[in-house]
């Protein structure tokens, strides 16, 4: 049965169409990296400017050398945590000349950024396709990215040819974006893979993430954006607010991220807490606990305050 959606899903990325299917990170809105009209359409679905880059998804590093030059920092990175660790991290480095990639996908850049997603669903589907898929988090752009298939057809059911389920996302958060293009290596969105964790791999020290304007072109400050007002660091509600808490709490939150306080049950229920809590017919806001900013907690924290900033100017 399922076999068959997939196989039928295949043969829509070959005609040029979209659709949704799930990485380990949250649900994707998959299309041909090498198909103009394909992008146009996902660009389209998701109303986001056609200046915001989109990721190449393959499944293997042979795939990606095709596509992208791997210095040894690139190579370093992509055999220890694609192939070893199986942990999500995209890398931007500098395009081939003559990739087999949409130059609307990268927006006229002379970079790309790619990343094997460690999901059984998503190698089949590029395995079959054969061939890089672009895919960004399959949400409209601006609002909450989607980790289980209903909080995806929710914002882009009407846009695709097809949706695949694969239950809900291990990580919940987006991979951890660094660029190593140009010698160095930059983290331009922290996420599971942590800074710790590059600097052990690559032996140095590697400066956090700054949010110092825009890196990357879609690196907005306002980017995961409930309706709600969100208030971060709170220890209790005020009148009207819903309250997610963080481990142990005298009050009697409205949903608690992890009871135990485990900074990756919190990144696998972060996402979905939020929608569910996002009712402004029922709230006047959401009230958050503190989350501590180690490990994947600085991606937790990093989502967070983009989705408490109001503005949308950086
Ligand atoms: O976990 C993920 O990365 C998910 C799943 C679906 O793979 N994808 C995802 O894609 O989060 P998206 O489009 O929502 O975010 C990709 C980010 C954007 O902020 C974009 O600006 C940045 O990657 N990006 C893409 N190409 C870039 C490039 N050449 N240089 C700098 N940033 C780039
Ligand atoms: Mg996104």
């Given at each position: 049965m399922f076999s068959q959606k997939l196989a039928e899903a295949v043969e829509f990325l070959k005609a040029g169409e979209i659709g949704i299917a799930p990485t380990e990170t949250v649900y994707g809105l998959f299309g041909?990296?090498?198909n103009d009209s394909a992008i146009k359409k996902i660009y389209e679905a998701k109303g986001r400017p056609s200046f915001n880059p989109l990721i190449s998804h393959v499944s293997s590093i042979g795939m990606a050398e095709k596509l992208a030059e791997f210095n040894e920092t690139a190579m370093i990175l992509a055999n220890y945590?694609?192939?070893?660790?199986?942990q999500p991290l995209t890398l931007i480095l500098k395009k081939r000349r003559?990739?087999?990639?949409?130059s609307l996908l990268t927006a006229g850049l002379d970079t790309v950024a790619i990343r094997i997603p460690m999901h059984s669903i998503a190698i089949e589907l590029i395995d079959k396709f054969g061939g890089a898929l672009a895919a960004p988090s399959?949400?409209?752009?601006?609002s909450i990215s989607p980790t289980t298939i209903n909080m995806a057809l929710s914002d882009l059911a009407d846009a695709v040819s097809f949706a695949l389920d694969g239950g809900a996302?291990?990580?919940g958060l987006e991979s951890t974006i660094v660029d190593v293009s140009s010698g160095g290596i930059r983290i331009l969105r922290p996420g599971y893979v942590s800074q710790e964790s590059i600097e052990d791999v690559l032996k140095e020290s590697v400066p956090p993430c700054q949010?110092?304007?825009?890196?990357?072109?879609?690196?907005?400050?306002?980017?995961?954006?409930?309706?709600l007002p969100l208030r971060l660091c709170a220890h209790e509600p005020y009148p009207g607010e819903a309250f997610i808490a963080f481990g142990k709490t005298d009050v009697s939150p409205?949903?608690?991220?992890?009871e135990s306080g485990a900074l990756e049950e919190a990144s696998r229920s972060l996402y979905k807490t939020l929608k569910e809590l996002d009712v402004p017919e029922k709230f006047k806001g959401i009230a958050i606990m503190p989350i501590p900013n180690v490990g994947i907690g600085v991606a937790i924290n990093d989502r967070l305050t983009r989705a408490a900033a109001r503005d949308t100017a950086k």
């Open positions: 041909d990296a090498n945590f694609w192939l070893d660790k199986a003559g990739a087999e990639l949409s399959a949400n409209k752009s601006m996302c291990n990580v949010h110092t304007g825009i890196i990357a072109p879609g690196m907005m400050k306002r980017h995961y954006s409930p309706k409205d949903a608690n991220l992890s």
